[in-house]
């Protein structure tokens, strides 16, 4: 056996499907192996990655709680068919839908569900949704489903038309309308207890620069009190306050430094509140580094500031620094939606926010090259234009040792 973890939507200049490339590559060499492959479910599921490799499961929750589980699953069905137990057969539907979808919120938490009632079904091996990375100009980008079943095409098809449809049905529920940063902020300063809310288009996981102004500006302006934000993204401003050290008062100013979508640079008088060279947060079962990063505070706003850009995933990106979230009113975080895994075991209020930056959530409006425009939201109906897709199978003829 060979079991890849990859991601599924890299993409490099002249190679919109390095995974895809490199299960192919591996199959060449090896022809006789089982190949299972575990991908993101931001991944673009595409023809190459299925029909070289014998099983493909992507991570069924976002945030992505299940990265062991799904390894797991993807370990025993590569035994199995290496022992001779079972023979999977794939098939694929494109939704023609382009979207970002959180699974602990409604819908998608049901259609989760539903993709796990799949799987219960005796000759499913198991299913997957491809939600697919919005943001990359890419032919095959989009949502697709992916179900395998035990030598039985037939079961495999209808599970994956029929989890297709449920997603499709609720095309206009999962579209991200999300509340903008006013909005928000009138409506976290009405409510009791903690609120925490994600900066949705500033995740530099998503590729975002991780610097933007606007969230921190709007709670400049509003004397914003027991507040924390981050973890912003500049690493010459961590420089500064490292040399200043701890205790030290200076102008600096933060963020707005990598384009047009980080807005303007913002002007503050700020305390060095904290320091710490190698600083680091819990992410899904290990650590991920943020660089040398500083707290420093502004009137009542605390402020996280790293130079390893890295969307915020676990609470102690900010008390790893000395930050007391006990008592704080409001935290927001440049995050799309790993965060809620962690914070929300913490906040009485959270949600997303619809905000200025990279990350757009106007999907009907992304400069696509390489793709077709038939697809929703841009179409509000693309199954009525072009019919509703059938699935497409993949069957692998095993060669023998």
Known sequence: MILLALHGAMVADGYDDCEGDLIAHARAIAPCAVIGVELDLHCHLTDVMVREADVVIAFKE???????????????????????????????????????????DLPMSGIVAALRAAEARPSILTATIAHGFAWADVAEVGTKVLVYADADVQSAMREAATLAKRIYDSREELLPRYP????????????????????????????????????????????????????????????LCTEAGVGATLDIRL??????????????????????????????????????????????????VCSARSQVFDPDAFSGLGIALQGKRLIVVKSSAHYQARFSEIADHLWHVRSPGAMSLDFAAIPYSKRDAQYFPRVQDPWALRGQPEPRTFVRQRASV
């Open 62 to 104: 976002y945030p992505h709680i299940d990265m062991a589980e799904r390894a797991n699953e993807l370990f025993h069905i590569c035994r199995r068919t290496a022992l001779g137990e079972v023979n999977p057969v794939a098939a694929l539907v494109d939704t023609h839908m382009i979207g970002a979808y959180p699974t602990f």
């Open 255 to 304: 963020g707005g430094k990598c384009g047009s979508t980080s807005g303007e640079p913002i002007d503050l008088r700020v305390q060095v509140m904290g320091l710490r060279e190698h600083h680091d947060q819990a992410c899904f079962g290990y650590r991920q580094t943020l660089g040398s990063a500083v707290w420093i505070r502004s009137q009542t706003i605390d402020i996280a």
């Open 180 to 239: 903008d940063i006013a909005t928000s902020l009138d409506r976290a300063i009405a409510l009791p207890g903690l609120v925490v809310l994600g900066d949705f288009a500033d995740n530099p996981g998503g590729g975002a620069a991780g610097d933007s102004t606007y969230f921190l500006r709007a709670l400049v302006a509003r004397g914003a009190q027991d507040t924390v934000i981050g973890c912003m993204w500049d690493p010459m401003v961590v420089e």
